[in-house]
């Protein structure tokens, strides 16, 4: 069993709703009151199952042939294949929720120094908002991606980042374009997700356990490069 421990950045301007993302996903709560970030807050998520694969041992079955001439398998020994489950594995996210105010802007590289990952929050219902996520918020992302200290492990494809909208229950009040965010995201290679923290259905988790997910394939994707080199 592997359990992986990941360090997630979450930025954004102030008052985006960045701490209502995290508190909804590992507490299952909705804060009825703003409170302003203090540099930066840190939660963690429950272990996070992520996919198991399924392998069937082989079987011979130089006997079973169609009429078609292709592979088939008696119902006989259908029943003697046995499916093998690989050891479940978890990841477990280290969320560290940055303060948007200017007030906390100098330290706010040091509190994503070795992130693994990160999101990018911005307010659907305030422009301002999002032209900071597509610039200030994003480059300061994409530092992170190519910097020294992650060269080795990380670069600009492979450390996976989501770029959410939040407040999209609020219909009437929405003034960024979801395609133009949606256009943004893909051409940076970054996951788009709209979602409402005061809403328990599941759409908010389902941004974190994606997360994990690309948290997980990365760290396969890194050791079948080790394998690869120390077998050739």
Same mark, same amino acid.
């Given at each position: 069993?592997?359990?992986?421990?990941?360090?997630?950045?979450?930025? *954004?301007?102030?008052?985006? *709703?960045?701490?209502?993302?995290?508190?909804?996903?590992?507490?299952?709560?909705?804060?009825?009151?703003?409170?302003?970030?203090?540099?930066?807050?840190?939660?963690?998520?429950?272990?996070?199952?992520?996919?198991?694969?399924?392998?069937?041992?082989?079987?011979?079955?130089?006997?079973?042939?169609?009429?078609? *001439?292709?592979?088939?398998?008696?119902?006989?020994?259908?029943?003697?294949?046995?499916?093998?489950?690989?050891?479940?594995?978890?990841?477990?996210?280290?969320?560290?929720?940055?303060? *948007?105010?200017?007030?906390?802007?100098?330290?706010?590289?040091?509190?994503?120094?070795?992130? =693994?990952?990160?999101?990018?929050?911005?307010?659907?219902?305030?422009?301002?908002?999002?032209?900071?996520?597509?610039?200030?918020?994003?480059?300061?992302?994409?530092?992170?991606?190519?910097?020294? =200290?992650?060269?080795?492990?990380?670069?600009?494809?492979?450390?996976?980042?989501?770029?959410?909208?939040?407040?999209?229950?609020?219909?009437?009040?929405? /003034?960024?374009?979801?395609?133009?965010?949606?256009?943004?995201?893909?051409?940076?290679?970054?996951?788009?997700?709209?979602?409402? !923290?005061? !809403?328990?259905?599941?759409?908010?988790? /389902?941004?974190?356990?994606?997360?994990?997910?690309?948290?997980?394939?990365?760290?396969?994707?890194?050791?079948?490069?080790?394998?690869?080199?120390?077998?050739?």
């Amino acid at each position: 069993m592997v359990i992986l421990r990941a360090k997630v950045g979450v930025v *954004g301007d102030a008052t985006t *709703g960045k701490s209502s993302l995290v508190k909804m996903f590992c507490d299952r709560s909705f804060p009825q009151q703003y409170s302003l970030t203090l540099g930066a807050s840190l939660s963690t998520s429950k272990q996070l199952a992520v996919p198991v694969k399924v392998q069937e041992e082989a079987t011979d079955a130089k006997d079973d042939i169609d009429i078609d *001439g292709n592979d088939a398998i008696s119902p006989t020994k259908l029943e003697e294949k046995k499916s093998v489950e690989t050891e479940q594995d978890y990841v477990e996210l280290y969320i560290f929720d940055v303060g *948007g105010s200017s007030i906390y802007e100098s330290s706010i590289p040091s509190y994503l120094e070795n992130i =693994n990952a990160f999101i990018i929050v911005y307010d659907a219902t305030n422009p301002e908002s999002f032209t900071s996520a597509t610039t200030k918020w994003y480059d300061l992302c994409k530092s992170k991606r190519l910097s020294p =200290n992650n060269s080795k492990l990380h670069n600009h494809l492979t450390m996976p980042g989501l770029f959410v909208s939040t407040k999209n229950d609020m219909k009437d009040f929405m /003034q960024v374009n979801s395609t133009t965010a949606e256009n943004f995201a893909r051409t940076h290679n970054l996951e788009f997700f709209q979602l409402a !923290s005061n !809403s328990d259905n599941g759409s908010v988790d /389902q941004a974190f356990l994606f997360l994990a997910d690309k948290i997980y394939n990365v760290y396969k994707e890194r050791v079948n490069m080790v394998q690869y080199i120390c077998e050739n």
